[in-house]
């Protein structure tokens, strides 16, 4: 079952005065799953804002399909709009009004009750520590206070899917480890959750499939282990006791030679077959070894080398 | 899947926002207006007025009544959707309204209806006011309010319009400073057809806001400078097509979505 479903999805922006035009999505089609954590990356500018925005209807795509839930953002809007709660990347609050009044509308706009808005308002306000806020206006609030607030608004008619957009940028450490247990919670739930971030090590704590998008296309989707079990380029450090040179069976092996120190760099899955073809030749050859260590990869270095990769082809 | 909410709800959620946004800046909203026509009445009704003789059978005071009540109609629902849709389209609150599921034609009657409101709330303070002066009663009710209905709806439907087109603060406020304004004096606020001659009786003729401020007129004191029924006609055949056009660029998201 699928929450999202997006076929050929483009949107092309065009900038009338230069008469440019701007392909900032470009030919995408990904489904998000019912009940996944869907991390969505990618550098600055590669899309994922205006792909939320075609999913939310923020932004009118120029061709392809989008399904919320069954319903097309289109020509279902109402139905589809229901579905989904979205913390922005970009905070905007309705200037008038104070906190709770700000939280009593959105719940109107989705059709709730002025009172089971306010009791739904309370909960989570209290929840988020901003209870002592709510007759607050919005420019008395932090910046982390205001990202907090947004992730409320976009929980208050209880959407199925709630899309996030970089909801943790601006939040200090303690903050952004509560939101990251109230996202796993949210998600035991049964809650679809679609997560922007540039921290990549939050996609890699609470993400259950990963999507990275570079200039418009999609590069990569795959669940979360996979990827880090498919790229990840672990380094072998072997340190010796004595500098000696190193017999020409080394050259099989991906490495770097200095100061008595031999760092290889292996494919996740070859690690142990060339860990052990390491030790060997260096056995045979009566070479002897102080100490060796194995550093694992992580999601940012994959990360970083898929981008550069894909800008340099 | 998510149960179905009332149909109703955001659309009365968007209209109440819409209308109590008012009440927050008064000093904007409320008072300026009300203070201007104290004003005029004053000056006009009161200090000029008393040396004028009865216009078409009333006092002058009097006369000059309805066209007031039509300028501050006009500028209150004209004014609240432009402000609104303005200031919601710059500081991009307006995201809220469009990730709510209201329907394109709730979004636009919600906008259309509370600057009716503001309209109205300024006309009756209008009313309100030159009763602290004179004795005002209404002559025929029920062309009056139709009237009154039909041209709140046409501004607020302006409003809506020029809200969404301006990038500037400048823009918002032409049509109103260079249109409306104008159009509303030359409208015969002050005069009776008779009593000008020359280019002002030709643009008076033809001007829309002329019609208007008579069917008012008739409607609260009996008097009138024109034809009534051809009024109407004509504020229905153009409140249609502002509608329309209104209605459309909502759902297209003109200047609202990306
Ligand atoms: N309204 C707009 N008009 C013109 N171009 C736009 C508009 N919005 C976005 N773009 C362009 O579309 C591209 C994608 O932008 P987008 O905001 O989707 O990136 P992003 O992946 O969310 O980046 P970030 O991580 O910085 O938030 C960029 O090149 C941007 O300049
Ligand atoms: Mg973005």
């Known amino acids: ?313 | 899947m998510k149960t179905k909410t009332s149909d109703w709800i955001p659309f009365y959620t968007l209209f109440k926002r819409e209308f109590l946004r008012f009440f927050k800046v008064p000093n904007n909203t409320i008072f300026p207006q009300l203070i201007t026509v104290l004003f005029y009445f004053l000056i006009f009704g009161i200090a000029i007025g008393s040396r004028i003789k009865e216009v078409s059978g009333v006092s002058y005071f009097l006369f000059i009544l309805p066209g007031l009540f039509v300028q501050l109609l006009i500028n209150g629902s004209y004014s609240n959707p432009s402000g609104s849709l303005y200031v919601a389209r710059n500081f991009g609150n307006i995201t809220d309204i469009l990730l709510a599921p209201i329907s394109y034609i709730q979004f636009t009657l919600a906008y259309i209806f509370a600057g009716m409101l503001r309209g109205f709330f300024l006309g009756l303070g209008t009313i309100i006011i030159a009763m602290l002066f004179i004795n005002v009663s209404i002559h025929h009710f029920w062309i009056l309010i139709i009237y009154c209905l039909l041209i709140s709806f046409v501004f607020a439907c302006f409003g809506i319009l020029v809200g969404l087109w301006a990038e500037t603060w400048e823009q918002l406020n032409i049509f109103i400073n260079f249109v409306v304004t104008p159009l509303t004096f030359l409208g015969g606020v002050f005069y009776t057809l008779d009593m000008v001659s020359g280019t002002i009786a030709t643009i008076t003729q033809f001007n829309p806001i002329f019609y208007m401020i008579n069917g008012v007129r008739y409607g609260m004191i009996g008097v009138q400078d024109g034809n009534i029924y051809l009024g109407l006609i004509f504020l229905v055949i153009i409140a249609s097509i502002l509608f329309m056009i209104t209605y459309k660029l909502i759902q297209k998201g003109y200047h609202l979505r990306t």
């Open chain 1, 1 to 313: 079952m699928n929450s999202i479903e997006i076929q050929g999805l483009v949107k092309k922006f065009t900038i009338k005065k230069k008469k440019e035009e701007v392909f900032a999505v470009n030919n995408i089609s990904f489904n998000i799953k019912k009940g996944e954590i869907f991390g969505f990356l990618g550098p600055n500018g590669a899309g994922k804002t205006t792909t939320i925005n075609c999913i939310t209807q923020l932004s009118n795509k120029t061709s392809g399909k989008i399904l919320v839930n069954g319903h097309d953002v289109e020509k279902q809007y109402r139905e589809a709009r229901n579905q989904i709660g979205l913390s922005p990347q970009d905070l905007t609050f309705d200037p008038y009004f104070t906190i709770l009044e700000i939280l009593v509308y959105q719940g109107g706009y989705f059709g709730m009750l002025k009172k089971q808005a306010q009791k739904r308002a309370e909960k989570l306000l209290k929840q988020f520590e901003l209870w002592e806020k709510r007759k607050s206006r919005i420019k008395q609030l932090s910046g982390g206070m205001k990202r907090k607030l947004s992730i409320i608004k976009a929980m208050m008619h209880k959407p199925e899917i709630l899309i996030l957009d970089e909801p943790t940028a601006a939040l200090d450490v303690d903050s952004r480890y509560e939101l990251w247990e109230f996202i796993k919670k949210l998600n035991e739930q049964g809650i679809t959750i679609i997560l922007t971030t540039h921290y990549i090590e939050e996609a890699e704590k609470l993400a259950d499939r990963i999507a990275i998008i570079n200039k418009g296309k999609i590069i990569k989707l795959e669940e979360k282990e996979k990827i880090i079990e498919d790229l990840s380029q672990n380094k072998i450090t072997i340190y010796l006791k004595e500098d000696k040179k190193l017999p020409k069976e080394f050259n099989q092996l991906n490495y770097d030679y200095k100061d008595k120190k031999i760092i290889i760099q292996t494919p996740k899955k070859d690690q142990n077959k060339n860990l052990r073809l390491a030790l060997k030749i260096l056995e045979e050859q009566k070479i002897e070894i102080e100490n060796f260590s194995v550093d694992q990869d992580n999601l940012e270095n994959i990360f970083r080398r898929l981008i550069k990769n894909e800008n340099q082809n």
